[in-house]
């Protein structure tokens, strides 16, 4: 079968910084936890008017609805903030010293992506969700599994503009 698409590239920190820069706060799992965090301040907002209106009020009324809605306002959002960056952390980590060059090719009817370490993905077509375009990465997004990343500098048949257009005449979503 012929390769249409051939990449290889060694990845650096900084292919990782931008990968994390991106994806960081666009999962479905961080913008479901957001949700939840704003609709306990909403919770937090109306217990305090509650505590006000029945007169528990006073000093103490505005120091427990200051306590509840920092909580929710400060304490939650940066606690997910320093979860998303240690998980960027131990991708790093688990990327540092690797021996392996990413390599990848893509055919008429699948997409061959091999991490030098690890599991090799063969993902067809009809599976990828999304292209996006970066300054330095082109992402493919995919239904079942992680995005795979590859810098643009790293293509040995063909380029990142000729990928886009391929992909996109495959009917997938091109952005960037």
Not at 83 to 101: I, Q, V
Request: charged share 25%; proline share 3%.
């Amino acid at each position: 079968m012929e390769h249409r698409f051939e990449y290889r590239h060694l990845t650096t920190e900084r292919d990782l910084d931008d990968y994390l820069n991106y994806t960081r706060f666009k999962s479905p799992a961080a913008i479901g936890i957001m949700a939840v965090i704003a609709l306990f301040a909403l919770a937090s907002a109306a217990l305090l008017a509650a505590i006000l209106i029945t007169g528990w009020g006073g000093a103490r009324g505005v120091a427990a609805g200051v306590v509840l809605v920092a909580v929710f306002l400060i304490v939650l959002p940066a606690s997910f903030f320093f979860s998303g960056a240690s998980a960027g952390k131990r991708l790093k980590e688990a990327f540092r010293g690797r021996s392996g060059e990413t390599t990848a090719y893509f055919t008429d009817s699948v997409m061959h992506f091999d991490p030098g370490e690890g599991d090799p993905i063969d993902e067809e077509f009809s599976h990828v969700k999304e292209v996006i375009e970066t300054e330095r990465l082109i992402l493919v997004k995919t239904w079942m599994r992680s995005t795979c990343f590859f810098a643009k500098e790293g293509f040995t048949v063909g380029t990142p503009e000729e990928l886009k257009a391929f992909l996109a005449s495959k009917g997938i979503r091109v952005s960037g």
